[in-house]
């Protein structure tokens, strides 16, 4: 079963605009990653963020975790068409445990 | 410097007939993780493989099986498929379950297996 949700589904927007993604998760974690998708493709690691951090950037990216209520988010400031994509977070529970977690992702779409 | 490699990269099977998926992994890397994406879902994990030994296992059926070589790339086999295996099977590399790495480790996916079985 899945960790956790992403929040919204599915998410569209026009270029230039900001993009935000929710994520919550069910047990603690070692650390939250997040992916991004390309049309069913392989998975493109974008970010990590531990457990003690609260912030995290990333160029256009900025991603927070608020483990007290088990849930992330994932901006992307100023969206281009080629961020059209669906993205995933992932947890890790264990340490070096290395086994993901994904929610079910957002699909995002940038309109021109 | 090659990335995860996987192939094949689509595959049509029938019911009740066997598959094997194969995984190189990105070079330096000794850890091998499998992940079944059903269309319309995130991933979701089927095994790990480190030393070429079975470490974690997700909840799947033993008709799931695999095997990691020692220069590290791996197999999936999936025995008895069944219309429900159909999916994206992704493999992930990362270093790391050996004592000289300090997590967290980061997972490096290839771009998959597209598996139809009708």
């Known amino acids: 079963s899945q960790q956790g949700e992403e929040d919204p589904q599915a998410l569209s927007i026009q270029e230039g605009e900001n993009a935000t993604m929710n994520c919550s998760y069910k047990?603690?974690?070692?650390?939250l990653q997040w992916y991004r998708q390309n049309s069913g493709r392989g998975l493109v690691h974008l970010i990590l963020i531990r457990s003690n951090e609260r912030e995290k950037h990333s160029g256009r990216l900025r991603v927070t975790l608020d483990t007290s209520k088990k849930s992330s988010s994932l901006l992307i400031t100023a969206s281009r068409a080629a961020d059209t994509a669906s993205y995933f977070c992932?947890?890790?529970?264990?340490?070096?445990?290395?086994?993901?977690?994904f929610g079910q992702g957002t699909r995002l779409t940038i309109n021109p | 410097d090659a990335g995860v490699t996987q192939s094949p990269t689509h595959l049509i099977k029938t019911r009740g007939q066997q598959v094997t998926l194969r995984c190189s992994p990105k070079s330096g890397h000794d850890t091998v993780s499998w992940y079944q994406q059903a269309l319309g879902q995130g991933p979701q994990f089927i095994f790990q493989?480190?030393?070429?030994?079975?470490?974690q296992r997700g909840n799947f059926p033993d008709r799931f099986s695999g095997h990691q070589f020692p220069n590290y790339s791996s197999e999936l086999n999936v025995n008895a498929l069944l219309l429900g295996d159909s999916a994206l099977y992704l493999c992930a590399s990362s270093g790391g379950l050996g004592l000289t790495s300090i997590p967290p480790y980061e997972q490096y996916f290839g771009p998959g297996t597209r598996l139809t079985v009708t």
């Open positions: 047990t603690s974690i070692n650390n």
């Open positions: 992932a947890t890790d529970p264990l340490q070096g445990a290395q086994k993901l977690v």
């Open positions: 493989y480190y030393e070429e030994e079975e470490r």
